[in-house]
């Protein structure tokens, strides 16, 4: 009984002291400010417009994309969720509406790490101040997955790509192409389907880069 109840304490209470798993670091999210209206809210694979403010833990500003004296001083464009930004933001600005506003803290862990970046010095915990002004569908939203997996079985087969790009080709003035639509399928699946089961999984589709 006392052993049970040990493994259990440590399993659930002391898991780093007791040589498990340290807890993944956490990124703390402030609301600042939220529209009456929301239509939407961000998720993985949504194209976001934003402004940004960024602070190291003595307050200090380290960039500013409003400011007339920041030569990069215009919003930025970038998918959610795969990897074209720092972890921080991936994780932090998941469920915004266009309008909203919040503030990060992030930990080295979730920002530039042990290596750091530009200005940016190694373990530094970041403080961001970011706007949402604008929320898009991109090419890897659950939307466009969604409207190729034709059989809503949350899995790309060659047939279902074969038939989107009928329709995107047919959408765009040009005839249909069996030959090419093959090779484009061959091509495609050699590149993004990463365990080679001979479909596109949903992850697969959502977190690459390149467009199908």
Known sequence: MLLSVLGWFC???LAAACGGKLPDPEVKVEVLHRPFL???KSKYGDILLVHHEGYFEN???FHNSTSRTDENQQPVWFTLGIKEVIKGWDKGLQDMCAGEKRKLVVP??????KEGKGKIP????????IEV???????RSHESFQEMDLNDDWKLSKNEVKEYLRKEFARHGYPPNDTLHEN?????????????DGFISSREFTYKHDEL
């Open 38 to 40: 929301c239509h939407r």
């Open 184 to 196: 484009m399928v061959e091509d495609i699946f050699a590149k993004e389907d990463e365990n080679k």
């Open 133 to 139: 002004l604008e929320i898009r569908n991109g090419p």
């Open 108 to 113: 080295p862990a979730l920002a530039y790490g």
């Open 122 to 129: 190694p373990e530094s915990t970041l403080t961001f101040i």
């Open 59 to 61: 307050g200090t500003m």
């Open 11 to 13: 399993s659930s209470l």
